[in-house]
């Protein structure tokens, strides 16, 4: 079935630095997505999120980009800081369904 | 304001034995779902609930696991017999409905031994 997929499974990046998570889907009707932070011995905890209308959007430290063209979205955070240290998992919804599908996840690491 | 609540957070039981996880989604959000997150993986739905209807279960294993949401509020999931392949952890969300962002509580990480 179609699905949602992660590229890296662990992330290894220097405090201040920025980091750039990449997900490819595969569903071309999903038309909404979402980036979740997940810390170890909690929910996912959401972080942003951009409909198919949209190429990029941008919050606090954080940007989605989304390239329906190859299917690929993007979370890049800014200033990586220790407390960024979690698993990352995109997440896609189509709207016939309204049923969150998740990818794999990957595991970010912050060095201080 | 309280997040979603689970409980227990950790249990551990032999095979064969029955095993019931409850949540306690946020006030005033009719729409909850039950998830599957084995380690490393995103979560996989099991059901959701609009009030105290199951709307959606296609991914539910019905011959083990059930799960109600009497009165619209809290939820139970419960599995019978238990295997070791169920060993995961169990998500609650919440959301006002099923377009409104969800929120997940922290999850019960069950062990089957």
């Known amino acids: 079935g179609e699905s949602v997929g992660l590229h890296l499974p662990t992330l290894s990046v220097q405090e201040g630095d920025n980091s750039i998570i990449n997900c490819a889907y595969s569903?071309?009707?999903?038309?909404?997505f979402i980036w979740y932070k997940q810390e170890s011995g909690k929910g996912p905890q959401f972080i942003i999120d951009i409909r198919s209308n949209m190429d990029k959007r941008q919050g606090q430290r954080v940007t989605v980009l989304l390239n329906k063209t190859v299917k690929h979205l993007s979370l890049q955070i800014a200033a990586t800081q220790p407390g960024d240290s979690a698993v990352y998992f995109c997440a896609e919804k189509y709207n016939a369904g309204n049923m969150l599908t998740f990818g794999g996840g990957t595991r970010l690491m912050v060095k201080p | 304001e309280a997040g979603v609540v689970q409980s227990p957070r950790y249990k551990i039981i032999e095979k064969k034995q029955p095993v019931a996880f409850w949540c306690n989604p946020i006030s005033g959000h009719n729409t909850l779902y039950w998830y599957l997150q084995n380690l490393g993986q995103g979560p996989e739905l099991l059901i959701r609930y609009e009030n105290e209807e199951a709307v959606d279960d296609s991914q539910l294993p019905k011959d083990r696991f059930s799960a109600e949401r009497l009165k619209g509020v809290d939820s139970t999931l419960k599995i019978q017999p238990a295997e070791l392949g169920d060993s995961a952890v169990y998500l609650c969300a919440s959301s006002l409905s099923p377009t409104n962002e969800q929120f997940f509580g922290p999850g019960t990480r069950l062990t089957v031994l």
């Open positions: 569903n071309s009707a999903s038309d909404y």
